[in-house]
């Protein structure tokens, strides 16, 4: 099992997770993060750092989200590791709470 990175990074992009992947799963598009299926090793660590909760374990995915299973993967094939925090986006945390993002992802 894998985890993913789900509709709530959109646009926020905290990178907290990126600091405590042992293995530098993390890819990262213009703004969001993904997790390379193939590079995790699901050590759960980064669950607890996301501070909009958006990663979740592949079985544990809610089913709205279901298509980010494969978008991680798609993504992941795409993007440039990353592996050290930086700081998010200037306007990240007025997209904290807002839903319905899927449609602003930039590939």
């Not at 530098?24 to 669950?47: A, H, Q, S, Y």
């Not at 993967?73 to 795409?78: P, S």
């Amino acid at each position: 099992m894998t985890y993913v990175v789900t509709e709530s990074c959109v646009k926020c992009k905290f990178t907290d997770c990126v600091d405590v992947c042992p293995v530098d799963c993390f890819r990262e598009g213009p703004n969001m993060l993904v997790i390379d299926p193939d590079e995790c090793i699901d050590c759960t660590l980064c669950v607890a750092e996301c501070p909009v909760e958006a990663i979740y374990a592949e079985d544990d995915v809610p089913e709205s989200q279901k298509d980010f299973i494969a978008l991680n993967a798609e993504l992941a094939k795409k993007w440039k590791p990353i592996v050290e925090r930086r700081d998010p986006p200037a306007d990240s945390e007025q997209w904290r709470d807002v839903k319905d993002k899927r449609h602003l992802i930039e590939k």
